[in-house]
């Protein structure tokens, strides 16, 4: 079985002073909110968005260092005017990723292993205990195959069979019950 890290670790190792920076700024706000290990941490301390799967990522800039001639316009008397601009590169982050770097270790991408000559490549992702997409306390995220990931979704406490154990408030066990109930239910809506 080969372990490969994901390129999350080598943008942390190259931005660590910055993402240490900002990582600060999320404890402070933890501590601001008076926020516990219990509690799902979710919220913006600026530069923060959420991507399409609702998952929040961080977006920042740095200097390259070399400066660029480049052409921004005319003047009013019809002469061309250039001037010289810094060149910016973006980088982003997800928060989630920087916690369980943070808070557990390095972060896996795939893992490969052969069965019967063939090589097969296995998914890790970084998986919420809390079923939180916009949770980033890394009490609740754990590194696991994608499809252990997958069958967090319909899980209740009561018969959790995950190590680590799925983490849910009773807001998640009403509304899992209704959807449980609903998946009983025919296409006329009525109990089977
Ligand atoms: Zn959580
Ligand atoms: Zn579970």
Known sequence: MMEQLAPVNSIYNEHKEHLDIFWEKICQEVIRRKLSKEDCWDFNVGSMEHNEDNYWRYRWQ???????QRVVGKNKDGSQRTSICKVYTNHAIFVTHLAYLKKQGPVYSTRRHKRRDKTIALRYDISHLCSKRTCFNASHLTQEPHN??????????????HSPKCIQTKDDVSKQLQEFISSLANDNGELM
């Open 148 to 161: 252990v990931n997958m069958s967090r979704q319909k899980c209740f406490q009561e018969i959790c069979l």
């Open 62 to 68: 740095t200097e390259t260092g070399e400066k660029r």
